[in-house]
Nanobody
Framework: QVQVVESGGGLVQAGGSLRLSCATS????????MVWYRQAPGKQRELVAS???????DYADSVQGRFTIYGDNDKNTLYLQMNSLNPEDTAVYYC???????????WGQGTQVTVSS
């Protein structure tokens, strides 16, 4: 099992930036896959960005070029740098971690991001 705890959400104006953090109980590169999801009220949960074994990354089309997912192995922390935020980015953001393909996905409690217009 991998424990994950998100932080860094808040209220920001459109065009602004936020950096979300996801503290883990394991070294980032030792975790098979970590994913940031988000869920806005009344909408389905959406995959935002993923990173595999601390290396290859993937992004939703809606955030490509604006968001960056990266890890800090010294701090056992995954980050999601979010730039050029717009109101459509408003959601609860969740960090998940899967230790290996045969392990369960572990979820954090979520952190609220609100972007005002």
């Amino acid at each position: 099992q991998v424990q994950v705890v998100e932080s860094g959400g808040g209220l920001v104006q459109a065009g602004g930036s936020l950096r979300l953090s996801c503290a883990t109980s394991q070294i980032i590169f030792s975790i098979y896959k970590m994913v940031w999801y988000r869920q806005a009220p009344g909408k389905q949960r959406e995959l935002v960005a993923s990173i595999t074994a601390g290396g290859p990354t993937d992004y939703a089309d809606s955030v490509q070029g604006r968001f960056t997912i990266y890890g800090d192995n010294d701090k056992n922390t995954l980050y999601l740098q979010m730039n050029s935020l717009n109101p459509e980015d408003t959601a609860v953001y969740y960090c998940t971690a899967r230790l290996s393909p045969v392990h369960d996905v572990n979820w954090g409690q979520g952190t609220q991001v609100t972007v005002s217009s």
